[in-house]
């Protein structure tokens, strides 16, 4: 008799190949899934690093944009918060008759510059409320900018003593009431050469104020503006 080890083969099933197959597969993708996460974590760490020295660099280098800037930006930007100038101002808002329709009105706002100093930035926000209070149209209009562009909404600054009318909706019903708000308020401080006077004051409050016109489109200076027609 031969004394050599006797070798015994199993031979699987299809089930058996298909079960180790599908298994590998799923460790190989698990332990590539894990790779590529740790290095995408690493990625990361360094981008967030990058990044937080990039937004320190610029926070420190911001005081000397401006004089980086071409002078004309430069100047158009030299401005400051104004919340006490408000009182100059006169805002109106009418709902005028528009076209042939009697039941159709277009609403307009009206903005006097009754002070000395250039308005860079003026912002609006307007509401229309109809007879129960209810509001069906707001609106955030600019009524200045520190730029003249073919835009609606960039209209320039507001010089002394001029007066700004526009159209900012048709189509209103006429018995509306508009409530205007005024948002933001900045003023020139008249370029580089300009006098300490009209620099910023430290701790102003932004500007909360409004004007308020009643149903003969008298300005009155109120919380909101108002309108009965």
Excluded at 16 to 41: P, Q
Aim: charged content about 20%.
């Amino acid at each position: 008799m031969s004394s050599s080890p006797s070798v015994v083969v199993k031979k699987g099933g299809f089930f058996t190949a298909l079960f180790h197959g599908v298994f590998g597969l799923l460790a190989v993708l698990v332990l590539t899934a894990g790779i590529l996460g740790f290095y995408a974590l690493h990625i990361a760490d360094r981008t967030s690093s990058d990044l937080l020295q990039i937004s320190g660099k610029i926070i420190t280098d911001m005081p000397n944009w401006a004089g980086n800037l071409p002078p004309v930006l430069a100047e158009a930007l030299d401005d400051h918060r104004a919340p006490d100038y408000r009182k100059e101002l006169d805002v109106v808002a009418h709902l005028l008759p528009a076209g042939k329709e009697d039941d159709q009105r277009a609403l307009v706002i009206e903005v006097t510059n009754k002070g000395t100093q250039t308005v860079s930035v003026l912002a609006l926000n307007v509401v229309v409320e109809d007879t129960a209070g209810v509001p069906l149209l707001e609106r955030r209009v600019y009524v200045a900018t520190p730029f003249v562009v073919d835009e609606d909404d960039w209209r320039g600054p507001l010089m002394p003593g001029s007066q700004r009318r526009f159209v900012v909706d048709q189509g209103q019903a006429p018995h509306c009431t508009v409530h205007t708000e005024i948002a933001e308020l900045r003023v020139w401080n008249g370029g580089p050469d300009a006098s300490a006077q009209n620099r910023p004051e430290t701790g102003a409050k932004p500007a909360t104020n409004s004007g308020e016109t009643s149903a003969a489109g008298v300005p009155v200076t109120a919380t909101t503006a108002r309108q009965d027609l």
